[in-house]
């Protein structure tokens, strides 16, 4: 169903098995939808103008994501994926803006305080009492203050660039597909065997993220190597 854009108003409104799914046909929707926006205005080299089509497209989003609509194609998972999709172009358009070097300092500076801020806030009263949801707070604010900040000072950016982090990154996408179905595996197991583990347990937590990142690694050179050598980049 998630493949056929039909994760809502058809048969139910709930996701998948692998609720992660959602997002990979509503990629390839992105996908189609930023070619025809692209096409329409680069050809023309109409640059200032494409601007306000990512922001049109990002607004878009966002009112489908709070009307709540449950139809096909117009429903909240393609107004989440309209938001962060879109919300990537204008914040890379930010970041091609030709500012002065102290604007450049002064924009990462607040995106950054802006991050450590709302940690420390969330931390102490709720994040969804600070921030709200996160469906919504994290591709509008949160990650475009990561990404601009690690873009404008280059200090925070070699905290960022670690070879942890980086590792962690080139197999974000599985980790982000799969974390869902084990966490499953982990809940059926333990009602089967009785094992009645808690899922607060840090030793809980650090098994399954080791085995999420384990796997994850795993598929990468199964599937994403062999693409990748096939297609030549």
């Avoid at 998630?2 to 048969?11: S, T």
């Avoid at 990002?58 to 107004?79: D, E, K, R, S």
């Avoid at 969330?122 to 203050?145: D, H, Q, T």
């Avoid at 098994?207 to 994850?216: H, M, Q």
Wanted: proline share 3%; net charge positive.
């Amino acid at each position: 169903m998630n493949v056929l854009l039909l994760h809502a108003g058809v048969f139910e409104t709930n996701l998948s098995f692998n609720g992660p799914s959602w997002f990979i046909s509503v990629l390839m929707f992105l996908y189609v939808s930023f070619f025809f926006v692209v096409d329409k205005y680069i050809e023309k080299k109409r640059h200032f103008e494409i601007e306000f089509a990512y922001l049109f497209m990002f607004i878009l989003g966002g009112a489908l994501y709070m009307t709540g609509w449950q139809y096909p194609i117009f429903n909240q998972v393609i107004g989440r994926g309209l938001i962060s999709f879109y919300g990537g172009c204008v914040t890379a358009k930010i970041c091609e803006k030709d500012f002065s070097q102290k604007s450049k300092y002064t924009i990462g500076c607040l995106c950054l305080l802006f991050i450590v801020f709302s940690y420390i806030f969330s931390r102490l009263f709720g994040y969804e009492k600070v921030l709200g949801n996160i469906s919504m707070i994290a591709p509008v604010a949160i990650m475009p203050c990561i990404i601009l900040s690690c873009y404008h000072l280059s200090f925070f950016w070699k905290i960022i660039g670690n070879r942890v982090f980086v590792f962690l990154g080139n197999i974000s996408m599985y980790i982000y597909l799969i974390h869902h179905p084990v966490e499953y595996l982990l809940m059926c197991l333990n009602e089967k065997f009785e094992r009645g583990f808690s899922y607060k347990s840090r030793l809980v937590f650090s098994f399954f993220f080791l085995f999420v990142v384990v796997v994850s690694y795993i598929l990468k050179l199964i599937f994403s190597r062999p693409s990748i050598r096939r297609i030549g980049v």
